[in-house]
């Protein structure tokens, strides 16, 4: 079936520092895929996606680039903020939303 | 501005309570989607509908039922709460659109003591 692994958190860095998170994906078929950030005591919000291989979704800073060749879409920063610190969701869907797939979650927590 | 509300931000029931959690969102959409969240196990589908009185089965149906009366309002049902339905419940709703993202409620924190 299809599905999303994102790495394991909490991850802990301190501010300005480069963030990766990765993730990888497995799908039958052709899917679009998505970055959701959960900031504390709130519900998610979409933060970034990619429909097409080779696509780079980007905002606020972050960017993800949807590899087909290593079924990747891991998500970068240059510099993380404090405000940064949050929960971060990959997930993707491949015929419509009614088969979105969530990662595991990862926990970024960022010091000043 | 957009927005799914959902009925409770908390809320605290016992064992073999009938529980409702109720969603509602703005935005015309078709689809909703009722998730619960739990550490290290990201969010798991529970059930969706992608019309009026339309519902399919997610990944842990069991012990939950929806409705779907009206197109903006979808609600989940604990027919009879147990300890192990503690959890985050999230609400979403989206297009049908492929590609379209899912708008988040901010969650209900449900206890079953």
């Known amino acids: 079936g299809n599905s999303v692994t994102q790495m394991e958190g909490p991850v802990t860095l301190s501010e300005e520092a480069f963030l990766t998170i990765n ?7 052709y899917p679009s895929l998505f970055w959701y950030v959960q900031y504390p005591g709130e519900g998610l919000q979409l933060l970034l ?5 080779d696509d780079k979704g980007s905002n606020k800073g972050f960017e993800a680039t949807y590899r087909k060749e290593t079924t990747s879409f891991h998500l970068e920063k240059g510099s993380v903020q404090v405000s940064d610190s949050a929960v971060y969701f990959c997930a993707l869907s491949v015929l419509n939303n009614n088969d979105m797939r969530f990662g595991a979650g990862t926990r970024l927590t960022v010091k000043p | 501005d957009v927005k799914v509300t959902q009925s409770s931000r908390y809320l ?7 529980v409702f959690l109720e969603c509602v969102q703005d935005m015309d959409h078709e689809n909703m989607f009722w998730y619960r969240q739990d550490p290290g196990l990201g969010l798991r589908l529970i059930y969706f509908s992608y019309d009026v009185k339309m519902k399919e089965k997610g990944d842990i149906p069991e012990g939950y039922s929806v409705s779907r009366e009206k197109k903006e309002r979808f609600s989940l049902i604990l027919e009879s709460a147990s300890t192990n339905q503690t959890s985050m419940y999230l609400c979403a709703s989206s297009s049908r659109d492929r590609g379209s993202k899912q708008y988040f409620g901010p969650g209900t924190r449900l206890t079953v003591t």
Do not use: H, W
């Open chain 2, 12 to 18: 605290v029931k016992r064992t073999g309570e009938k």
């Open chain 1, 23 to 29: 993730c990888t994906y497995t799908a039958t078929g």
């Open chain 1, 49 to 53: 996606k990619a429909t097409k291989a």
